[in-house]
């Protein structure tokens, strides 16, 4: 996957469509395709629960990063309950 020739260095066009086949690769995309979606969910992790952590201890802040993450994972479900209506039916009234 060299970017140059053995004797000297590529033309910019050359150069172009070789990053152009490069990342028609299928394999390229599905990976793209993964970054891109755990980007966008730490962007949403990020706006929603803040960036910082307010602790020093390291236990802490990774207990911390967990319980946002569960957080976020619980507003997906909820949405998703009063988005398609569904009836939840694992709670039975108290006799």
């Known amino acids: 996957m060299r970017l140059y020739h053995p ?4 033309s910019e066009a050359a150069a172009g469509h070789r990053i152009f086949q490069i ?3 299928q394999g390229y ?15 949403v992790i990020k706006s929603k629960f803040g960036e910082t952590l307010k602790s020093k201890n390291q236990v802490v802040q990774v207990n911390k990063i ?12 909820i949405h998703e309950i009063y988005e398609n209506g569904i009836e939840l039916s694992f709670l039975s009234p108290i006799k």
């Open 7 to 10: 004797e000297g260095t590529l």
């Open 23 to 25: 990342f028609q690769n």
């Open 29 to 43: 995309l599905e990976h793209y395709h993964k970054r891109s979606n755990v980007e966008a969910t730490n962007v």
């Open 66 to 77: 967990l319980a946002k993450i569960i957080a976020y994972n619980q507003m997906g479900v």
